[in-house]
């Protein structure tokens, strides 16, 4: 595609459920990128992609959170037993190599009632 | 640990007059440095990046600098108009680390 893509753009779940959000990135862009970002903030680190592979997973907050791209081009973030605390914008973002520049998607806006 | 910091989080400006945003990173031995513009309620558009071997990089009304040494990227934005106003973000891209951002409002 042109650009990056998310879905859902919006997602309502409840405290305590499973959640997946979707990204594909540019094709042919090699390294994928998970971002949390609150209102007011700049985004936050979450995990790094380099073809498969999770190059850096440091910022993922806690054992609920998981990422996968199995296949090197989508992939999923998934959250476990959600709390509140998760609700967010989960940003994603791909590039054609690493440190090359980095083209965001619009987001998914997480809420956890 | 890279800390990113913009000062200040928030600017309003006349239009016409020219915006001077900055950034401040801690650790001098990054490889590039992004700027984005984020509009409310979508994600980051992309305007410059700064390698480290660079000093600035320019795209029509924009101009970005970068000094290591000190520690500092400048994002300047000429005659500034009403649909500038947006957060701007600034990332040191190698070390996965971006800035709290910068709001602006061009008052017409």
């Known amino acids: 595609g042109a650009g990056v893509s998310q879905t859902p753009s919006n997602k309502v779940t409840e405290k305590g459920k499973y959640v997946e959000l979707r990204c594909d990135p540019i094709s042919g862009h090699t390294a994928l990128y998970w971002y949390r970002q609150s209102l007011g903030q700049g985004p936050e680190f979450l995990i790094y992609?380099?073809?498969?592979?999770?190059?850096?997973d440091s910022g993922l907050p806690n054992d609920r959170f998981f990422a996968v791209r199995p296949e090197g081009s989508v992939s999923t973030l998934k959250i476990q037993r959600t709390e509140r605390g998760d609700s967010a914008v989960y940003l994603c973002a791909s590039s054609l190599s690493p440190n090359s520049p980095l083209h965001f998607g619009n987001g998914t806006r997480l809420t956890v009632t | 640990k890279q800390e990113v910091t913009q000062i200040p989080a928030a600017l309003s400006v006349p239009e016409g007059e020219n915006l001077v945003l900055n950034c401040s990173f801690t650790?001098?031995?990054?490889?590039?440095l992004q700027w984005f513009r984020q509009d409310p309620g979508k994600g980051l558009t992309s305007l410059l990046l700064?390698?480290?071997?660079?000093r600035e990089q320019t795209s029509g009304r924009l101009n970005a600098s970068l000094d290591k040494s000190s520690g500092r990227s400048t994002l300047y934005i000429a005659a500034s108009q009403p649909g500038d106003s947006a957060t701007y973000l600034c990332a040191v891209i190698s070390m996965l680390t971006f800035g709290g951002g910068t709001r602006v409002l061009v008052k017409p």
């Open positions: 650790d001098s031995a990054i490889y590039n």
């Open positions: 700064i390698q480290s071997s660079q």
């Open positions: 992609f380099q073809g498969t592979g999770a190059a850096d």
